[in-house]
């Protein structure tokens, strides 16, 4: 009937109607379970699923649905929440959900064809979580001791349930700027900092939903718009407002990693989206203030949970995420070219770190970090340009500060890790951070020879082979020497694999001379 018949003037009728078949619903099944009568089979609940489809209808038939449409909506969600907590199928809760939230977002696609404007959406969005939230946690209350394992999982479904209203209504929020470009941003990120606030006033029992709060957070905010006035006010205050929440409510969070992350996040996001309106509008000098903010206030938190004892997880994650904002304060103040530079800092920094708080989170960050640098700074030899060296540096002395620093810090990652930390599982950490700080020194050995026989009218270095004898020959006595000197080290360090290398460089050298540098001599000097 409402498929075929349903008009605006009817829409109240409808709606009447599907309640009240609703509410007798209930009312029988609730007298039933009040009976003793046990409640199977998937049927009960589902029909209140089918309500819900039934009453979201209008938005599928007809243009311009007011928001009245929504009380009676949502009030079928809790008949429906009700009726899954009844028959013991806490499931079909999370798919009122889901389809609460794809209903919300065609009356979203609605409202962007009409002058309502996007405050009636986020009253209506917030009404929904906090009738989902609320039910699910009356419904934990309501459940009885989960002595029994169907007990138990009814309890683990509801978690979720308050998870999942909690974390995926950013979704629609991060949709809002797509479908609303209007949007005043500033009503749009304090409804996504109200959520997150719910969030964390519910984390003390679910851990993590700080996480999805402030990532979801860090999400909105990212979609914003980029030129809006307050978005600078609310990428600071928002980050340091979690990390003051983080503070408060350490003791309710246990060893859970997961608050600490969502802070880190957070921060990142708003150094991410920040960086082109400091670099464009603040004075020179004070380009790296936020990383510097951020950091100081890890190393603060650190310090907390050193004198609250707190355990090796927690404290190890606070110090690293100190060590990153420490380290992105060079590409900050800066610029973007210094970024390679400090990740293979921050890796060498880490393998240090953990010297200090042994827990393997840290040495397997800084590996994964330094393979990262390594990989970046081979990306960068195919784009190195005379023209464009940072503050303006000669590129020699470039080449040193960069390659060199970054080679020197991989080789320090590797040093601090020493036995038994070395290997993990079957990987061998420490070799592996060797051969990556070597090459890094071999590569930076080779461009400085490019770059000193680069012709005048060339701007961009490359390691090239051929067209110049002389550098030919370069490249084999700096190779020769290299070898040399990996084989002395390998020897004085009782290093077998730097031998090796070592050799087998030399043996390359030797084949490079012989197959390819005396080719490009005539037969009398070859002799």
Excluded at 361 to 376: E, K, P, Q
Excluded at 389 to 396: E, F, I, N, R, T
Excluded at 398 to 411: D, E, K, N
């Amino acid at each position: 009937w409402m498929t075929r018949w349903l008009t605006a003037d009817l829409l109240p009728q409808a709606l009447a109607l599907n309640l009240g078949f609703g509410l007798l619903h209930l009312v029988f099944l609730t007298r039933l379970f009040q009976r003793g009568v046990p409640m199977a089979g998937v049927l009960p609940s589902a029909l209140g699923l089918a309500m819900m489809l039934v009453m979201g209808l209008p938005l599928v038939l007809l243009k311009g649905v007011s928001w009245w449409l929504w009380p009676p909506f949502l009030l079928a969600g809790m008949m429906t929440l009700v009726l899954a907590v009844l028959t013991r199928k806490s499931w079909i809760s999370l798919l009122a959900l889901v389809i609460t939230l794809t209903y919300l977002l065609l009356w979203l696609k609605h409202l962007a064809d009409s002058d309502q404007g996007l405050l009636p959406f986020l009253l209506v969005l917030g009404l929904a979580t906090m009738a989902f939230s609320a039910g699910a946690m009356l419904a934990m209350r309501w459940l009885p001791s989960a002595e029994e394992e169907s007990e138990a999982s009814q309890g683990v479904m509801l978690l979720w349930l308050q998870q999942a209203t909690l974390s995926l209504p950013y979704l629609l929020l991060t949709m809002v700027p797509t479908l609303l470009p209007q949007t005043d941003s500033t009503l749009l990120l304090g409804a996504a900092l109200a959520l997150s606030l719910a969030a964390v006033a519910r984390s003390g029992a679910l851990p993590w939903l700080a996480l999805s709060a402030w990532a979801g957070w860090t999400l909105v905010a990212l979609r914003a718009d980029p030129s809006a006035p307050t978005l600078l006010r609310w990428q600071i205050a928002v980050p340091m407002l979690a990390w003051a929440l983080l503070w408060w409510r350490r003791q309710h969070y246990g060893e859970s990693p997961a608050p600490l992350a969502a802070v880190g996040i957070a921060m990142s996001g708003a150094l991410w989206q920040l960086h082109p309106v400091v670099v464009s509008t603040w004075p020179v000098w004070l380009h790296g203030l936020l990383p510097i903010l951020f950091a100081l206030a890890w190393v603060a938190f650190s310090w907390r949970l050193r004198e609250d004892g707190a355990g090796l997880n927690r404290r190890a994650l606070a110090a690293g995420l100190a060590l990153t904002f420490i380290t992105l304060t060079f590409p900050f103040q800066f610029d973007h070219d210094w970024l390679t530079l400090a990740w293979a800092l921050q890796a060498a920094g880490l393998c240090w770190l953990f010297t200090r708080l042994p827990h393997d989170g840290l040495r397997l960050t800084g590996s994964g970090v330094a393979l990262l640098a390594f990989l970046f700074y081979l990306l960068e030899t195919q784009v190195l340009d005379v023209r464009s060296v940072p503050l303006h540096l000669p590129m020699g002395i470039w080449l040193l500060l960069s390659f060199g620093t970054g080679g020197i810090a991989l080789l320090l990652a590797g040093h601090w890790l020493r036995s038994p930390h070395h290997r993990w599982q079957e990987i061998p950490l420490r070799t592996s951070l060797y051969v990556l700080g070597g090459s890094l020194l071999f590569l930076l050995l080779n461009l400085q020879i490019a770059h000193a026989f680069r012709s005048p009218h060339d701007f961009q270095v490359l390691i090239e082979l051929g067209g110049n004898f002389a550098r030919d020959m370069t490249y084999s006595i700096a190779w020769a020497l290299f070898a040399l000197a990996l084989v002395a080290i390998g020897f004085w360090k009782q290093a077998s694999g730097a031998r090796y290398a070592g050799i087998g460089l030399l043996l390359l050298t030797l084949a490079k001379l012989f197959l390819h540098d005396l080719d490009q001599v005539g037969s009398i000097y070859r002799i």
